[in-house]
């Protein structure tokens, strides 16, 4: 999955990824972070890890917040990790409660060993693309990737929360 950063003479730049699907995405990025996807009246908010509360467990959960400007809330919101070869499942809500106009959703908490997180141990900057998507009570999708970015620094505090040791 190759991914680059290309910009053109307007300044601006995307990042560029191949996803699970096999699609080639553009992810538009402003002083080096993604910028919030929006469509229609949905904005994704955030999309990133979170802390346990509780540190001794050693696990981190993800966290995904979107607003949502309609006026019928959708039906169900299911939330994947589409950055490597194989989708992986983060948050199915097939009853979603908003709290003024606000959608929050929770993965399950994950331990170092979760396939979620193995991106965890590698020592570089990891971008991740998460792909929500949205039904609404007629049926129809809408669908948002979101990236987010981990540098390497922050990811140092991910592996201490997880109990990784490096050798």
Not at 85 to 106: C, H, Q, S, T
Not at 140 to 158: E, H, R, T, Y
């Amino acid at each position: 999955m190759a991914a680059m950063v290309v910009g053109c003479a307007t300044g601006d730049y995307a990042y560029v990824t191949t996803i699970s699907t096999g699609e080639r995405i553009q992810i538009p990025l402003v002083n080096g972070s993604p910028v919030p996807a929006k469509k229609g009246n949905i904005s994704i908010m955030h999309a990133g890890l979170v802390p346990n509360p509780n540190p001794q467990d050693k696990q981190l959960k993800y966290l995904f917040d979107l607003e949502d400007k309609s006026l019928v809330p959708a039906k169900s919101i299911v939330v994947e990790d589409v950055s490597d070869e194989r989708a992986m499942p983060m948050v199915e809500d097939l009853a979603p409660k908003y709290d003024n106009k606000r959608w929050y959703g929770f993965s399950r908490l994950l331990d170092a060993d979760a396939p979620e997180l193995a991106w965890v141990g590698h020592l570089d900057n990891s971008t991740r693309v998460f792909r929500f998507t949205v039904t609404a009570a007629d049926g129809s999708k809408i669908i948002l990737d979101q990236a987010w970015i981990a540098p390497s620094w922050a990811k140092v505090g991910m592996r201490q929360a997880l109990g990784i040791k490096l050798k």
